[in-house]
Structure formats: C-alpha cells, structure tokens
C-alpha cells in the first residue's frame, strides 16, 4: 500500500470504529423541524459540483427531510479520515480513497452509493495561449501536480501514458504543493503548465497568468471522478436516510441536465458569493460542453473497474477488490424511477 490515504486510514483502531459506529447508529433530528441531520464532507468546494450545490439551494434535501451540513474536507484523504472517524455521515470524493481504505483491511469500510461527475474536471493550463497543443509539448517542462495516490494526479499521469509519455522521465511534476493552491504558486513559480480544477483555472485566465490550453475531462475519457459513499455501519442503520439523500442529488442532475448554463449559474451563485455570475455561468458551460455530470447516479461496474485500471498504472493498487463490496446501485437505482 502506498504511504498516502491506505496506510494512515488502516491505522485507525477497529475499536474506535465500532464505537464511533454504535454512537451514530441514533441519527438525531433538527429541533422543531423535523428533520434528519445529515453530515457531508466534501473533498472540494468547486462548481465542478453544481448538480450538488443546485440540489441545495433548490430545497431538494429539505424536501426528502434531510438537514444538510455541508463541510469542505480539502482533500480525499482527509475526507476519508472524517468519514472513517465519525465526524462525517457521507463522504464525497474520488472513489479511490474507498479502495485504499478496504484494501487497507478497514472493518468498516466506506461503500460508494451514487456517482455524481463522469469525467475529470481539471484543465492544463500554460503561460501562453496554445491554440494548437498537443500533449507532446510537455516532454521537458515543469508541470505543477497534484498529490500521489490522488485523482487529479492520476487521470494526468493516465492521459501522459496513453500519448506515450513517461510522467517520471519525459518532464518534471512538482507534487509539493497543497490542494488548492498550485494556482496562486503557478503566476510566481518557474512551472511551465499547472493543473487546476475551476474556479482557478478560469481565474488564471482572467487575471492574464495562464492560459487552459487542454482539459483532462475530454482526454481521459468517461472516468468515475468522484461519488458518494458511507460505512457500512451507516448504510446498515439509515437506509432511509442513503435513500432521501440519493433522491434530492438525483434531482440536482435532473436540474443541472435541463436548464442553460446561465440559470444553473444563477441557482448556485449563493455558494460561490466571491466569484461574479458571468464567471460562474462560463464555468459551468465549460463544464456541460464535455459532457461532465452524469444523467444519473448509477456507479457501474464497467466506470468501477476503469478506476481500478488507472489506479494500477499509477501503482496505486496492491491488489483489485470487488466491485460488490465497495459499491452498491440500490439506491441510485430507486432514485433515478
């Protein structure tokens, strides 16, 4: 198992997981209203997610009886580690992070119940404008990364592999950087390109400090980027809850596949009060043109092993684990009738 999300996830003592287990096995009611407290933590708060964010602000978990808390883990890993600890109901994230946790031999391991994305939401992003790239320009330059073992960094080193690039030979990848901040290190480092997630890749544009020259969502293909998921512990003692909660994302899908960039900008702008509307609704265009939000949230076989062949060429899997125990389509499937 590689040094990341596995190794410090299977430290954690089963005791304390069966206890954290047992003391949310009572899922508490928000005072005078009726309504379930839910718990999730997500791994970036981006428009990457609109169809979440829609489902929000359009009263969709308040209709299925869900108060949601929503809390931005700033990473896979420390979502993870929120979801295994108890501090969270239900993770969001790259589904990877549930396969280290299970490989690492958890008890009580997190089980993927609804797919959200169904491709890579970064971009390439250079310090000039490159109407004509291809990914062979990278062959000695210095590209800003992002964390081993993560997503983002292993759909980038998979679109290198498949146009015969070596990532640890052909270039330099500075993975020093933390999560979110390659973008601010990009306009006063010596990197040539960075990888970044919107709003910053946008931002970079705007600002006049780079230029996004490719996106990893059309070059990877359809990957399942990032799901839902809950211990077993939980899925077992709320179903009902995993069922509402599967409902009201459902219908942020139904939204976001039905109405113009323009008014899903609108609906969302409360949850990005920083960034102005005409930028929100570019966003979420870029993001609708490349197909990115799945139609519904059914986490298939074939998208589950596609995951486990990126995470074996990045030498990220010890060993494959089986799709029936780390994913479960019962609910999405109720949702989506």
């Not at 958890?106 to 169904?118: I, M, R, W």
């Not at 990032?226 to 939204?255: C, M, W």
């Not at 060429?313 to 010890?318: R, S, V, Y």
Request: include cysteine.
């Amino acid at each position: 198992m590689k040094k990341n999300v596995g190794r410090r996830l299977a430290g954690l003592s089963l005791t304390a997981v069966l206890l954290l287990s047992s003391f949310t096995a009572c899922q508490s009611k928000t005072a005078g209203t009726g309504l379930t407290k839910v718990t999730l933590n997500e791994v970036a708060h981006s428009i990457f997610y609109a169809p979440q964010y829609a489902a929000i602000e359009l009263g969709y978990f308040k209709d299925e009886g869900i108060d949601l808390t929503l809390v931005n883990g700033a990473g896979a890993d420390k979502v993870m580690t929120a979801l295994v600890s108890g501090d969270a109901d239900i993770g969001f994230m790259g589904s990877e992070a549930s396969i280290y946790t299970y490989a690492g031999g958890s008890e009580d391991y997190a089980v993927n119940f609804a797919q959200l994305t169904q491709r890579a939401g970064n971009f390439l992003v250079a310090r000039q404008p490159d109407d004509h790239f291809t990914w062979d320009k990278l062959k000695g330059t210095k590209v800003l990364g992002g964390r081993a073992g993560g997503m983002p960094q292993m759909v980038f080193e998979y679109i290198l592999k498949k146009n015969g690039i070596d990532p640890k030979l052909d270039l330099t990848i500075d993975q020093s950087i933390s999560f979110g901040l390659t973008a601010a290190a990009f306009t006063s480092d010596d990197s040539d390109y960075t990888v970044e997630f919107e709003p910053f890749a946008t931002g970079l544009e705007l600002e006049g400090n780079g230029y996004v020259v490719a996106s990893l969502g059309t070059d990877s293909g359809y990957v399942p980027y990032t799901a839902y998921s809950a211990r077993q512990s939980y899925l077992k003692a709320h179903p009902e809850v995993i069922q509402k909660f599967t409902n009201a994302i459902q219908k942020g899908l139904d939204y976001v596949n039905s109405h113009s960039a323009e008014e899903i900008a609108k609906t969302i702008q409360p949850q990005f009060k920083e960034t102005p509307l005409e930028n929100i609704t570019a966003i979420v265009e870029r993001y609708k043109s490349q197909d990115t939000w799945k139609e519904d949230t059914i986490f298939e076989q074939e998208s589950f092993e596609l995951l486990q062949n990126i995470l074996e060429e990045a030498g990220e899997l010890p060993k494959r684990v089986p799709y029936e125990d780390l994913v479960t389509t019962e609910y999405a499937k109720k949702a989506k009738k």
